[in-house]
T-cell receptor, first 115, second 117 residues
Framework: AQKITQTQPGMFVQEKEAVTLDCTYDTSDPSYGLFWYKQPSSGEMIFLIYQGSYDQQNATEGRYSLNFQKARKSANLVISASQLGDSAMYFCAMRTIQGAQKLVFGQGTRLTINP | KAGVTQTPRYLIKTRGQQVTLSCSPISGHRSVSWYQQTPGQGLQFLFEYFSETQRNKGNFPGRFSGRQFSNSRSEMNVSTLELGDSALYLC????????????????FGQGTRLTVV
């Protein structure tokens, strides 16, 4: 079975600071993909960044980077220079070969950026 | 390029009724997946359709069903609604190619918020 664990229900960060959102995963499948999504209050899930299990380098997309530690089964999201618009729920998700198109989500972290 | 469109955005239904939700994927995407989001259970996978066929299914009762049309648009139906069906229902669209499932992004719609009273 696949499982995603996000241990931070909520985080409060000052604007312009960097923030790390934790994500650990569990799967016996050697081939998997890890995703981070942002969900503002409007409800839409916005794709942020992807990391494949065989990727040698950590993924980066603008202000977002993924700290991938395969041996520890962790895939933490790092947001640099946080902005007020970053306030939202953040979900870590995983897809495996066995699960095909199914995404397994963590419980999410609510990030609040303070001015 | 138009995004994923879900209709309606909001619904209020009474226990025992049935409801149909609609999802139009991104043009060219053949895979449509449905997820239920509740405060208690989080995001849970309902099912996935590809080329009009259900390819994957989550652990939901038979009251939850879906279908996909030849233009890839998908509908989800819930019969005999229960209070616990109140949730945000999200639809995700992707290319759905089996040979590259891992890095295939899933693009989500804004969801349909269903309230059962």
């Amino acid at each position: 079975a696949q499982k995603i664990t996000q241990t931070q229900p909520g985080m409060f960060v000052q604007e312009k600071e960097a923030v790390t959102l934790d994500c650990t995963y569990d799967t016996s499948d050697p081939s998997y993909g890890l995703f981070w999504y942002k969900q503002p209050s409007s409800g839409e899930m916005i794709f942020l960044i992807y990391q494949g299990s065989y990727d040698q380098q950590n993924a980066t997309e603008g202000r977002y980077s993924l700290n991938f530690q395969k041996a520890r089964k962790s895939a933490n999201l790092v947001i640099s220079a946080s902005q007020l618009g970053d306030s939202a729920m953040y979900f870590c998700a995983m897809r495996t070969i066995q699960g095909a198109q199914k995404l397994v989500f963590g419980q999410g972290t609510r990030l609040t950026i303070n001015p | 390029k138009a995004g994923v469109t879900q209709t309606p955005r909001y619904l209020i239904k009474t226990r025992g009724q049935q409801v149909t939700l609609s999802c139009s994927p991104i043009s060219g995407h053949r895979s449509v997946s449905w997820y239920q989001q509740t405060p208690g259970q989080g995001l849970q996978f309902l099912f996935e359709y590809f080329s009009e066929t259900q390819r994957n299914k989550g652990n939901f009762p038979g009251r939850f069903s879906g279908r996909q049309f030849s233009n890839s648009r998908s509908e989800m139906n819930v019969s005999t609604l229960e209070l616990g069906d109140s949730a945000l229902y999200l639809c995700a669209s992707s290319l759905g190619r089996r040979e590259t499932p891992m890095n295939t992004e899933a693009f989500f719609g804004q969801g349909t918020r269903l309230t059962v009273v």
